[in-house]
């Protein structure tokens, strides 16, 4: 965006714009062909931190003998044509790893914050998203985790937070109490700490199960 444009851009335009950047930065190298005569170029230079540099070779494979080298004809070492020829990759090369990862987002496979999702969404559905993404990096409930519930198990401990929640000023041990036969797993995987937490907690556990309902829906059809 042009730095005089006083016209705010929305979140998604921007993260468009910046895929877009590093698609062009990081794509695999194209070598074009060769100028002068549309042959093929090789490599002339390359490392110690600097572009690398393709040219057109004055030498091909010997028909007569495997494995050498000899000067084309009308060829001579570093000649005009050699030098008409160069073509210079600043990009040295790409990155697959960065262009697979950008196909990953523009598929939906990699899930964003929230507030860079939509510039519209609320505090708590970003605090809830976030304790969503939490949840999977580090508990380790993935989605693969959470199609092994199918008796209402996520939704039985999104309503044991939400019970603990409308009782902020008991303890951490008489939640546990009162929570004893509801619960749905080990009781050391609660932990109930303060009534926005709570919440959050059982707003991701809520949206962990609308997902695996998705996901159960779409594997009958």
């Not at 851009?9 to 698609?23: C, G, H, K, Q």
């Not at 505090?123 to 999977?136: M, P, S, T």
């Not at 000023?169 to 109490?177: E, T, W």
């Not at 937490?197 to 809520?206: K, N, P, Q, S």
Request: aromatic share 6%.
């Amino acid at each position: 965006m042009n730095k005089h444009d006083a016209t705010p851009r929305s979140p998604e335009a921007r993260f468009a714009d910046i895929v877009a950047t590093l698609r062009a930065r990081y794509a695999p190298t194209t070598v074009p062909p060769c100028r002068v005569c549309g042959g093929e170029l090789s490599i002339a230079s390359v490392g110690g931190g600097e572009p690398t540099r393709w040219a057109c070779s004055e030498y091909e494979d010997d028909p007569d003998v495997h494995g050498q080298l000899r000067r084309k004809p009308d060829r001579s070492m570093a000649d005009a044509h050699y030098g008409d020829s160069r073509w210079v990759d600043y990009r040295q090369g790409g990155d697959s790893d960065v262009i697979e990862l950008l196909d990953l987002l523009a598929a939906g496979a990699v899930p964003l914050a929230a507030a860079e999702r939509s510039s519209k969404a609320t505090d708590g559905a970003a605090r809830i998203a976030a304790e969503r993404q939490r949840q999977i990096a580090a508990e380790g409930y993935t989605p693969d985790h959470d199609d092994l519930y199918t008796n209402d198990e996520l939704l039985q401990a999104a309503t044991t937070y939400i019970g603990t929640a409308r009782s902020p000023d008991d303890s951490g041990m008489q939640k546990r109490a009162s929570t004893a036969g509801v619960w749905p797993w080990h009781a050391r995987f609660f932990k109930p700490q303060n009534r926005a937490r709570d919440l959050e907690r059982a707003g991701g556990l809520i949206a962990a199960e609308l997902d695996r309902m998705k996901r159960a829906e779409k594997a009958r059809r």
